[in-house]
């Protein structure tokens, strides 16, 4: 067997880890808890390497086989190229021939496949707008909750509560949805408070299907939320030189959602995913092998 | 001594815990470290008996006597009726006659005197709005920053970074004070992020003051932040009833900053707080003791 003929991806997420080995018999894929690599380095290179070790004995490879292969690993929390160089050279020595980037560039890679231009929308518990154009990717926004990830789920979530406070405040109309959240609160306002002065971006995000019932019953507070995120979506979008004609996949639990609230312009250039980030790793393996030849 | 003449009052913040000691002889004050009653209310009545303990040792008084006292306690974190009757009767053994609040009530009841009608707006770290009208104290925020806390110097900050990662989208203007704060963190996005995910308010607040600074220079995004700060202020006051003519009190470093940014009609009528929040604690002793008989 070559060299070419043994592929490896990893998409290393904050919540879960992906691994997938394509080989002449096929692909094989396993998943394991996962980790970011601006919060915990070494966790992040522990799970990486757990799941490279689980895949290999789903797909019969002895571990030194694995060093056979060319491998790409895309990593939540991968913010600079010293950090892609400090995550490949600690695998190395399991994987041989093997580069690293962000996560987004596996979820693009997947999304719009290994080649063309195009446009990607990442609306999950984060969020992260990106354009490919003429093979170079570029970015708006995942910048994480702190400071930005506008449109997320964790930010519609975020968004609700602080409604609900205005409301209370007589600084906002009231509503289904708002009466709704305050009702999980038992309607004390510091209760909403407490859970939010520990709530984790996931936590918040939890909040975001009852935005998109609300929607469907005509409640403004979901209307208003999901129009504020849908405008940074298209602001992000034309910055990044979108134009009618071209594709655009949006990711993530909160696509359809958005792919009601964005103008029609955008909502009609939707078109769904190629391939998954796994299959985005996997073809950014397979380039970086074409590149060194 | 009889005891409607030995006062005490606590103004137990998140930082520092004060405490005034006030007898026929004048009056002693301490202060030790603070906490929240929502996030910890075992350390927070730890605190109180703390200063409680070193005020009567400053003041000359055995700590039995401090029971011949009328004391009011205002502690940040106090969000409920339950929350203020369980902190008062932590203190019984050691006070005999307590209230409580949250501190809020201290502040207004300090800055706008024991009686009248008038507005407060704490701008520190954090932020609150307040009206006293024919004895009633209502509020806006002061919700902490997770969900509110706006126009404060911890929301000021964060809002400062967020706009430096849309500049660096390109989905704002650049400006000096943007660069400047990219410099601080070596103009490397990466870094804001890190920075971020485990800020506190406090870390946030420290951004404020080169918003000031760059207010001076004509900076558009020190406008912009600031004018988004002073609308809500602006918004809060008129929904808790403020009119032209009543007196207004800005509380807090950031006081004399909004003093410039609010519009004329509330700038004009901004006035020096009568008195600080441990007088305002010391009011409230009084009051509840008139109230007893």
Known sequence: MQKSQLFI??????????????????RVEVAGPGCNWTTDPARTIAAIRAVLRSC???????EAELRR?????????????????????????LLGEVTASEDLDCAVAGALGPSGDGFVAGLGTGSFLAGRQQGTVRRVGGWGL?????ASGAWLG?????????????????????????????????ELVRFASTATPADFAVFAPLIAEALDAGDPAAADLLNTG?????????????????RLCLLGGLGPLYTRA????????????????????????????????
Chains 1, 2 share one sequence.
């Open 230 to 246: 849908a405008g940074w979506i298209e602001r992000g979008l034309h910055r990044l030189g979108w134009r009618p004609g071209a």
């Open 158 to 190: 975020r968004a609700l509560l602080a409604r609900a406070l205005h409301v209370r405040d007589g600084l906002a109309e009231p509503s289904a949805l708002v009466a709704r959240v305050m009702d999980r609160f038992g309607n004390d306002p510091a």
């Open 56 to 62: 290999a004995v789903k797909a019969g490879l002895a």
């Open 69 to 93: 292969a060319r491998a790409h690993i895309g990593a939540a929390g991968i913010v600079s190229s010293s950090d892609a160089t400090a995550l490949s050279r600690a695998l190395e020595d």
């Open 262 to 293: 964005l103008p029609a312009q955008l909502s009609e250039a939707v078109v769904p995913p190629v391939g998954t980030a796994l299959d985005g790793a996997l073809s950014l393996a397979r380039q970086a092998g074409a590149a060194q030849g």
């Open 9 to 26: 991806g990893v998409d290393s997420g904050g919540t879960l880890c992906r691994a997938i080995i394509e080989g002449v018999r096929g």
């Open 146 to 150: 702190a400071l930005g990830d506008e």
